[in-house]
């Protein structure tokens, strides 16, 4: 089952940067996004949304740690 991004930056169909530099910032985009929709999420008590927001969350926090890693090993 596959639900719509909670964020524009979060949305995983989006075609991803050519550059490794790039492609982290918009992972990190991602997260950051995603990390304060988190927080608007559980001050509203809304447990369904936010665990897909926790779905997406980890999604996105392995796509930057890859992203990381790639631009790590590039320097």
Same mark, same amino acid.
């Given at each position: 089952m596959s639900f719509a991004a909670l964020t524009s930056s979060a949305d995983a169909a989006r075609t991803m940067p050519a550059?490794?530099?790039a492609r982290l910032a918009a992972a990190h985009a991602a997260v950051s996004s995603l !990390?304060?929709?988190q927080r608007r999420l559980? !001050?509203?008590g809304l447990e369904l949304p936010l665990a897909r927001c926790h779905q997406q969350l980890r999604f996105?926090?392995?796509v930057e740690a890859v992203c990381s890693i790639e631009t790590e090993a590039r320097s």
């Open positions: 550059s490794p530099v !990390r304060d929709e559980e !001050r509203l996105w926090n392995f």
